[in-house]
C-alpha cells in the first residue's frame, strides 16, 4: 500500500509543471554542452583527444563553463522544484487532508517522502545520464587526454586522480564512474529535496517559496564556509557531487547525507502521528 | 501601520545578518590593516587587493555567495506587494479602487525596505569590520562606500520589485527561481571578461547588470578614488564608472518598476490564486 501510494504521488509529481521544467532545464543544459563540444572536437585527432567523460557537464567542461557555473548557482534552488513544491502546494490547499483520510495519516507523510525521494532521483538523473550516452556514441572511447593539458604520465596525475570522490572506480574505468557518480549526483539530490520536505511536513508555509529554504541555506552555507585554501579539505557542496572534482576532499563529511536523511524521515514521522487537521 | 513594522523588523534582521556574514567571510586584510576603499572593493568581488577577473567557477560562485544575504531579504520582501494578491485581494482592492495609487505606494514601501537593508548591511560590515581589524577611513573610500550603497540599493531594489510582480503572474517559487536564475546567469556571463576582445561579448558584459556592480572594474573622473582602484586587464577598456552604471542600472529599475505597473493596473484578481496554481 505504502509502494504503491508513493508510486502514484512520484507519477503525480512527474506531471507536474516543476518536475517537467526541471527536467528540461537540465537537458537544454546537457544538449548545449553536448553540442559546443561536438563542435570542438569534430575532426580531433585521437591523440589530442579529450576523455569524453571529463568533458560532461557535471564534470566541469573547462571550455565550456558558462552554463556548469548557472547550474552550480541554482541547483539549491531547483533541487526542491519537483517534488517538494508540489507537497507545500498540497498542504496549503488542504488535498493533503483528502489524501490523509483515504490512505492514513502516517501511511501518506512516509509515501510523500518516498516520492519526493523517487521524484528528485529521476529529474536529477536522467538527462546527465543521457549526456553520458550521446558522448560514449559520439567521441572515440580510447580518447585519454585531460581538459587542463596534464597527461597521464605527467607526476601531477596520480595527486589529482587520488582527490576524486571515488578515484579507485575511476582507476578500473572512467566510464563506470561517471555513471556511478551521476547516480550520487540525483541521490544526494533527492536527500536535499527530503531534507526541504521535512520542514514541509512538520510546518505549514504561507508562501511556497519558503518550502525551499532549509535545502538553499543549507548548500549556501557550505558554499560560504569552504575556504580557497586547496589544502584544506573542500566543504561546498559541489566538491563532492560534481564529476571529476579535484579539490582535497574529506570523506567523514559525507555523513552529512545519512544524517540529512535522518531527519527527513524524523519529520516524516512526527507529521503522520500529529492530528493532520491542526 | 502594523504590517510595516513588521516588514520592518526583519529588514533590520536581515540587514544584521548580511552585515556579518559580510564581514566575517568577505573582508579579509593581507595583514590587521584594511583601508576602506580595499574594503569596499572586496565586497564587491575582489579578492584581497585583486579584482575580479577570473571565469573559474568558483570564483563565480564566490561571487554569487556576495550576493546570497541580499537573495535571501528579496525573497522575504517579494512577497510584500504580492501578499495582497494572495490573500483576500478582493478584500484589498475594492478598499483601494485605485491601484495606480496603491502601486505607487507598494512600490515605496519596498523602496525604503531596499534602502534600510542596504544601509544596514554596509553599516555592520564597516563597524564590524573596524572591531576585527584597523580600518583606514579616507575620502575615496567614502565615495567608494558611497557608490556601493546606491549601486546596490537600486538592484536590490529592482530584483524585488521583479519577484513581486513576477509572483502575481507565476506564484512566488517560480517567480523566485526565474530571478535568481537570471542573477546566476549574468553572474556567469561575468566570466566572459576575459573574452572581452570580441565585439558581441563586449556589448553583453556592458550591458550585463550585474558588471555594473563590479566596483573593482569602475574608472572615476575623481583622481583620488580612481588611485585608490587596482587596475585590471582588458576592463580598463569599457569605460565602466559610477555614471554609467548607475545610469544602466537605473534603466532596468524603471523598465521592472513600468511594466510592473501595467501588471498590476490590468492583473484580473478574480481569475485565481497563482501560488496554488489557479486553486
Known amino acids: 500500500m505504502l509502494i504503491r501510494a508513493a508510486l502514484a504521488e512520484t507519477r503525480s509529481s512527474l506531471k507536474q509543471p516543476g518536475s517537467i521544467i526541471t527536467f ?42 558558462t552554463w556548469y557555473t548557472v547550474l552550480l548557482q541554482i541547483y539549491p534552488l531547483l533541487v526542491s522544484l519537483p517534488a517538494v513544491i508540489p507537497y507545500a502546494k498540497e498542504r496549503q490547499t488542504g488535498e493533503s487532508l483528502l489524501l490523509a483520510a483515504r490512505i492514513g495519516n502516517m501511511r501518506y507523510a512516509f509515501s510523500r517522502l518516498l516520492s519526493v525521494l523517487l521524484t528528485t532521483f529521476l529529474v536529477f538523473t536522467i538527462p546527465p545520464l543521457i549526456e553520458i550516452g550521446l558522448n560514449c556514441i559520439s567521441f572515440p572511447l580510447e580518447a585519454q587526454c585531460d581538459p587542463y593539458g596534464i597527461g597521464i604520465y605527467d607526476p601531477k596525475y596520480p595527486g589529482i586522480v587520488r582527490n576524486y570522490l571515488f578515484s579507485g572506480l575511476y582507476l578500473r574505468s572512467p566510464y563506470l564512474y561517471a555513471v556511478v557518480g551521476t547516480l550520487f549526483w540525483g541521490l544526494c539530490s533527492a536527500i536535499f529535496a527530503a531534507f526541504s520536505a521535512a520542514f514541509v511536513a512538520v510546518f505549514r508555509f504561507r508562501f511556497t517559496v519558503f518550502a525551499m529554504l532549509p535545502a538553499f541555506l543549507f548548500l549556501n552555507a557550505t558554499v560560504m564556509l569552504s575556504v580557497k585554501d586547496r589544502n584544506i579539505p573542500g566543504v561546498a557542496w559541489y566538491h563532492y557531487l560534481t564529476l571529476f572534482n579535484d579539490r582535497l576532499k574529506n570523506p567523514a563529511y559525507l555523513w552529512v547525507l545519512p544524517i540529512l536523511l535522518l531527519i527527513a524521515v524524523l519529520a516524516a514521522a512526527w507529521g503522520g502521528k500529529r492530528d493532520c487537521i491542526g | ?53 577570473g571565469a573559474a567557477p568558483s570564483e563565480l560562485m564566490a561571487v554569487f555567495s556576495r550576493f546570497l544575504p541580499s537573495i535571501l531579504f528579496e525573497i522575504y520582501a517579494g512577497t510584500v506587494m504580492y501578499r495582497s494578491f494572495c490573500t483576500a485581494s478582493v478584500y484589498v482592492f475594492t478598499r483601494n479602487p485605485d491601484r495606480a495609487k496603491w502601486y505607487r505606494r507598494e512600490v515605496c514601501r519596498v523602496l525604503l525596505l531596499s534602502v534600510l537593508f542596504t544601509a544596514i548591511s554596509l553599516a555592520i560590515t564597516v563597524l564590524l569590520a573596524a572591531v576585527r581589524y584597523a580600518v583606514v577611513l579616507n575620502v575615496p573610500g567614502a565615495i567608494l562606500l558611497l557608490y556601493h550603497f546606491v549601486l546596490y540599493a537600486i538592484w536590490t531594489f529592482t530584483v524585488t520589485i521583479f519577484i513581486n510582480v513576477l509572483s502575481i503572474w507565476l506564484g512566488s517559487y517560480n517567480a523566485t527561481l526565474a530571478a535568481t536564475a537570471l542573477q546566476a546567469l549574468c553572474i556567469a556571463l561575468l566570466g566572459l571578461v576575459r573574452l572581452s576582445a570580441q565585439p558581441v561579448l563586449a556589448v553583453l558584459a556592458r550591458v550585463n547588470p550585474v558588471s555594473h556592480l563590479i566596483l573593482g572594474w569602475f574608472h572615476s573622473a575623481i583622481p583620488a578614488v580612481e588611485e585608490a582602484i587596482p587596475p585590471v586587464g582588458d576592463v580598463e577598456f569599457w569605460g565602466f564608472s559610477f555614471p554609467v552604471s548607475l545610469l544602466v542600472v537605473s534603466v532596468y529599475c524603471l523598465a521592472v518598476v513600468l511594466s510592473g505597473r501595467q501588471l498590476v493596473l490590468h492583473h484580473d484578481i478574480l481569475s485565481g490564486n497563482a501560488e496554488l496554481d489557479g486553486v
Open chain 2, 1 to 53: 501601520m502594523y504590517r510595516l513594522r513588521y516588514d520592518l523588523l526583519y529588514t533590520l534582521l536581515f540587514g544584521i545578518l548580511s552585515g556579518v556574514l559580510a564581514a566575517v567571510l568577505y573582508v579579509n586584510p593581507m595583514c590587521d590593516t584594511i583601508s576602506l576603499p580595499e574594503m569596499v572593493l572586496q565586497l564587491s568581488g575582489s579578492r584581497g587587493i585583486f579584482a575580479l577577473y
Open chain 1, 24 to 65: 528540461f532545464v537540465l537537458l537544454l543544459m546537457v544538449l548545449q554542452n553536448f553540442v559546443f563540444n561536438v563542435q570542438r572536437y569534430q575532426g580531433s585527432d585521437l591523440l589530442h583527444m579529450v576523455q569524453p567523460m571529463k568533458i560532461l557537464l557535471l564534470g566541469d567542461n573547462v571550455e565550456n563553463e
